[in-house]
């Protein structure tokens, strides 16, 4: 696995991120079983990948976060999460509130 500085900084992240979309089940993808989604990041983070994708809308009628967090439990320090913020969440007194799990 190759791994990148993200910009100027020190942050090194896998070429290759899992997008957690999929996860969220719900409308979107259906429902998913919460243990082959952990069992999936537990298979991307022994082969390398340390750099994960999600958003606060990707929760859809589910909770991919969640799911998320409980999977990376023991390895969260090894592990970098982006995030998205929509654009009616782009503002300064709201940023954090769009970061913080519900």
């Not at 606060?56 to 976060?65: F, R, T, V």
């Not at 969640?66 to 709201?94: C, F, M, N, Q, Y």
């Amino acid at each position: 696995m190759k791994y990148k500085a993200l910009g100027t900084t020190d942050i090194k992240v896998s070429e290759f991120a899992l997008g957690y979309w999929p996860f969220a089940g719900g409308s979107v993808w259906d429902p998913q079983d919460d243990n082959v989604s952990i069992a999936t990041v537990h298979a991307a983070a022994d082969n390398g990948i340390t750099f994960f994708d999600t958003a606060k809308g990707y929760n859809d009628d589910s909770h991919s976060e969640e799911v998320l967090g409980r999977a990376l439990d023991r390895r969260r320090s090894e592990t970098i999460i982006a995030t998205k913020i929509s654009p009616p969440h782009l503002l300064p007194e709201l940023i954090d509130e769009s970061c913080t799990p519900v």
